[in-house]
């Protein structure tokens, strides 16, 4: 029985009547008493009950401070990480920056001095090509002038006829060669390109030799060991015309000599033959250091090119070197960046 039942019992005993008048018996009494010590028995359960809930509420406000207080740590803690995370990542997002502008800036250097060898490169080719051109007309004016000489020498002499015939072959076996070292360049321009054959008629050989320049620098990634070899292969067929070419000249002057000493010595009344021999020795003599210096041009050329071959390698591996570090960088990055929780 509850505190609250015990007490209605005992207001209902109190509240008895019979018949109008107050009345209590024996056997009320004996319930109002169990009453009362059932009630005194419910309020001290009360009291205790409330003694230990206090006490609970206690322990429970304690641990609920004492949570609050580890509650508010977390949270700072986590304000304090989550602040550090975030300047973190700018410091990333400033690095990344800096490293990208100095990447930039790298780029537009060696893209710079790639041009600028580029060009250096063309120049070179174009040199090359002017002295060709002049060389092809100072041999063009020296056998316009040496034909001229001999056509007039004809008119009196029949044994001109003969150095004429020897100087025409010396020049078609010099076509020939010239005509096989086009050949030899231009099969080496159609292997480079993919290409069908090349008309050669239609080009010059300092046109051939600027196209397989071109060629060159186009494929120096793909095929740079062949293009090296096939570049020392026509240079070497160059030398080899040059040095034929020389041969001939010499020999051309060499029969020029004997036969014009012969034609001294057989004609020595005449004085213009003897003015001819002697134009005609100082135009070989003209022609043959010119050959001499077109020749250490053309060596002095070869060695620039090979330097600056050689130049072009190591940069490339500079340049692929720093294109993998910076590469590398940037996945470093990217990834440290994956990894910050956002």
Same mark, same amino acid.
Request: aromatic residues 6%; contains cysteine; proline residues 0%.
């Given at each position: 029985m509850s505190y609250q039942d015990s007490i209605l019992m005992f207001k209902t005993i109190l509240k008895k009547t019979v018949d109008g008048t107050y009345s209590i018996n024996a056997k009320d009494v004996v319930n109002l008493e169990k009453t009362l010590q059932s009630a005194y028995t419910a309020m001290n359960k009360s009291e205790i009950e409330n003694k230990?809930?206090?006490?609970?509420?206690?322990?429970?406000?304690? /641990? #609920?401070?004492?949570?609050? *207080?580890?509650?508010?740590?977390?949270?700072?803690?986590? #304000?304090? !990480?989550? +602040?550090?995370? *975030?300047?973190?990542?700018?410091?990333?997002? !400033?690095?990344?920056?800096?490293?990208?502008? &100095?990447? +930039?800036?790298?780029?537009?250097?060696?893209?710079?001095?790639?041009?600028?060898?580029?060009?250096?490169?063309?120049?070179?080719?174009?040199?090359?090509?002017? /002295?060709? &051109?002049?060389?092809?007309?100072?041999?063009? +004016?020296?056998?316009?002038?040496?034909?001229?000489?001999?056509?007039?020498?004809?008119?009196?002499?029949?044994?001109?006829?003969?150095?004429?015939?020897?100087?025409? &072959? +010396?020049?078609?076996? &010099?076509?020939?060669?010239?005509y096989e070292g086009k050949c030899l360049i231009s099969g080496h321009i159609s292997q480079m390109e993919g290409q069908s054959d090349i008309d050669i008629k239609n080009y010059r050989l300092s046109e051939l030799i600027g196209m397989f320049t071109t060629s060159f620098i186009k494929l120096k990634d793909n095929e740079k060991n062949k293009t090296i070899n096939g570049y020392n292969i026509i240079m070497d067929n160059l030398r080899k015309e040059n040095e034929h070419f020389k041969i001939s000249i010499e020999k051309y002057k060499h029969q020029l000599l004997n036969e014009a000493k012969q034609c001294v010595e057989q004609k020595q009344n005449e004085l213009s033959l003897k003015n001819k021999y002697e134009q005609a020795t100082a135009k070989i003599e003209k022609l043959t250091y010119k050959m001499i210096n077109l020749n250490n041009q053309n060596r002095q050329l070869e060695d620039s090119l090979k330097e600056k071959s050689s130049q072009m390698s190591s940069f490339e591996q500079i340049t692929n070197i720093k294109f993998t570090e910076c590469a590398n960088i940037i996945t470093k990055l990217s990834k440290s960046i994956d990894r910050i929780p956002l």
């Amino acid at each position: 029985m509850s505190y609250q039942d015990s007490i209605l019992m005992f207001k209902t005993i109190l509240k008895k009547t019979v018949d109008g008048t107050y009345s209590i018996n024996a056997k009320d009494v004996v319930n109002l008493e169990k009453t009362l010590q059932s009630a005194y028995t419910a309020m001290n359960k009360s009291e205790i009950e409330n003694k230990r809930l206090k006490s609970q509420s206690t322990i429970l406000e304690t /641990e #609920c401070d004492a949570l609050r *207080v580890i509650l508010n740590e977390t949270i700072s803690n986590l #304000c304090l !990480e989550f +602040d550090r995370r *975030v300047e973190k990542f700018s410091y990333i997002q !400033e690095e990344k920056n800096k490293l990208k502008h &100095i990447f +930039d800036n790298q780029l537009l250097k060696i893209q710079e001095e790639s041009s600028n060898r580029y060009n250096e490169v063309i120049n070179a080719v174009n040199k090359l090509k002017e /002295e060709i &051109i002049v060389k092809n007309t100072t041999i063009s +004016d020296l056998t316009n002038d040496i034909y001229l000489a001999n056509a007039k020498t004809n008119e009196k002499y029949a044994n001109e006829q003969i150095v004429q015939k020897k100087l025409s &072959i +010396d020049l078609t076996n &010099i076509n020939n060669e010239l005509y096989e070292g086009k050949c030899l360049i231009s099969g080496h321009i159609s292997q480079m390109e993919g290409q069908s054959d090349i008309d050669i008629k239609n080009y010059r050989l300092s046109e051939l030799i600027g196209m397989f320049t071109t060629s060159f620098i186009k494929l120096k990634d793909n095929e740079k060991n062949k293009t090296i070899n096939g570049y020392n292969i026509i240079m070497d067929n160059l030398r080899k015309e040059n040095e034929h070419f020389k041969i001939s000249i010499e020999k051309y002057k060499h029969q020029l000599l004997n036969e014009a000493k012969q034609c001294v010595e057989q004609k020595q009344n005449e004085l213009s033959l003897k003015n001819k021999y002697e134009q005609a020795t100082a135009k070989i003599e003209k022609l043959t250091y010119k050959m001499i210096n077109l020749n250490n041009q053309n060596r002095q050329l070869e060695d620039s090119l090979k330097e600056k071959s050689s130049q072009m390698s190591s940069f490339e591996q500079i340049t692929n070197i720093k294109f993998t570090e910076c590469a590398n960088i940037i996945t470093k990055l990217s990834k440290s960046i994956d990894r910050i929780p956002l």
